[in-house]
């Protein structure tokens, strides 16, 4: 309880960063999609050695709703993100957090802020252990481009306003397969 606790802190302070980043209030993001009542999901990922990890995924391409996912892993490696159409290795500092932006980090900054196409690799030598917190609005909250980053010509809005709730029965309703879902949101 108390990792959940100081997880969601972290989270906020960075969200606090990144609307500041944005040109917003530092609040803005915690307050217009109701942090305080915020969803946080706890995942647990346990990857066994495979004898023929050519032959396996441990997790298919794909990317995470909500607007972060804090993820801490052993020292085994296995995390990859796609880069300029390619895959590459990630490999984590020991005791730090790697920070994914999430769909809806996108959807809010109406695509100032991507968020992170990754995958899990396995390895026929030891065990991989990740532990992931995504952290997203309430579930009756419809996330949508801020209005103070959109105008009618210059910049308008990309992505249509949807209920949190809703876009994650869509997600889990669907396989893992890149980022199908931000593409059903976007105009």
Request: a neutral charge; aromatic letters at 6%; proline letters at 6%.
């Amino acid at each position: 309880m108390e990792y959940c606790k100081r997880t969601r802190e972290v989270a906020k302070d960075l969200l606090r960063g990144i609307s500041e980043g944005l040109g917003l209030e530092a609040g803005h993001i915690e307050k217009t999609q109701n942090l305080e009542a915020g969803l946080q999901i706890f995942i647990g990922n346990l990857y066994p050695p495979c004898p023929q990890p050519e032959l396996a995924m441990g997790i298919a391409p794909h990317s995470d709703h909500g607007f972060l996912t804090l993820l801490m892993e052993n020292q085994i490696g296995g995390l990859q993100i796609q880069h300029n159409g390619k895959w590459v290795k990630v490999n984590s500092i020991p005791n730090a957090f790697l920070v994914n932006t999430g769909d809806h980090m996108e959807i809010l900054s109406n695509g100032k802020y991507k968020s992170v196409l990754h995958r899990a690799t396995v390895n026929k030598k030891a065990k991989r252990i990740s532990i992931a917190m995504a952290h997203g609005p309430s579930l009756d909250t419809v996330v949508s481009p801020a209005p103070e980053l959109v105008d009618g010509e210059s910049n308008p809005p990309v992505y249509v306003g949807m209920k949190y709730k809703e876009y994650l029965e869509l997600q889990q309703s669907n396989q893992l397969n890149g980022k199908h879902m931000l593409e059903r949101v976007r105009v």
